[in-house]
């Protein structure tokens, strides 16, 4: 796995205002349809990985829990547990490198 170079295109994301961050803004957007990738912290709360996965699931939204919460917070630059990559040619790449 590319876990670096997923990372440094999770920060690239985030510069380029391409993420939601947080639980909740994250839900909400699944909601709406508009993540394309939800990327989740291995070290979540069990509460929180069920939420996410569970609306993921239902929402048919890939999702991955590969990075923990630590790895995220240093790529975006915030401390979070949960990101939605709203922009599919990031969700595309970072899933790519995440499954390579």
């Not at 985030?14 to 993420?19: D, H, I, N, Q, S």
Request: with cysteine; aromatic share 6%.
């Amino acid at each position: 796995m590319n876990k670096q170079k997923a990372l440094n295109m999770l920060g690239l994301a985030m510069r380029a205002g391409k993420l939601v961050t947080g639980e909740e803004m994250t839900v909400n957007k699944i909601r709406s349809q508009k993540v394309k990738l939800v990327l989740l912290a291995g070290n979540a709360g069990k509460s929180t990985q069920k939420k996410v996965k569970d609306k993921s699931t239902f929402y048919q939204v890939p999702f991955a829990d590969c990075f923990d919460s630590t790895e995220i917070s240093q790529a975006i630059g915030r401390k979070r547990f949960v990101v939605g990559v709203l922009d599919s040619g990031f969700a595309n790449k970072i899933q790519e490198l995440i499954s390579s």
